[in-house]
């Protein structure tokens, strides 16, 4: 018997391709910037991975994104929605969700709005299952999350 195949994490699958054309060198700002262009912004587990590629530390990227007009660490957008994709939420509902989100909002996964109001992105297990399916807004866990009550949500989130 084989084992279930694990969840694909987007956002790892992405930064990894994003990275990919550097692996004969590159600078960390470079790096730093493909993530961007792939993700939306420069999140902190990508932070160490273009550390791991540049040869340098998390700190000094961390830096480098903070210091630079257009580089960001966090996405711009004025709410962030991120949706559990992990086993337990998409069996539940999460995959829905992500669907749901796209189609309602009009854009695909890590990006935002034209108005800047919402940034859409998967993530893959909060560590939170009981309460699948799961979604964070700004941070904040929305548990048991049924399709109509999430399009109640981005409804109000895209007038704020
Ligand atoms: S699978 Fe969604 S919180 Fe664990």
Redesign the pocket.
Known sequence: MTAPAE?RNLERDRTRRALARFDRGGEARDMAAAVQSALGYVPEAAIERVAVHAGVSPDAVRSIVESDAVLRLTPSARHRVTI???????RRG?ARLVKLARRTLGIPLFTSTDDEAIHIEP???????A????VHIDGGTRGAMTESRFRLLLGVLVRR
């Open positions: 969840p559990c994709t992990g086993r337990t939420c998409a999460g993530f893959r297990c909060f560590g939170e299952c309460m699948a399916p799961n």
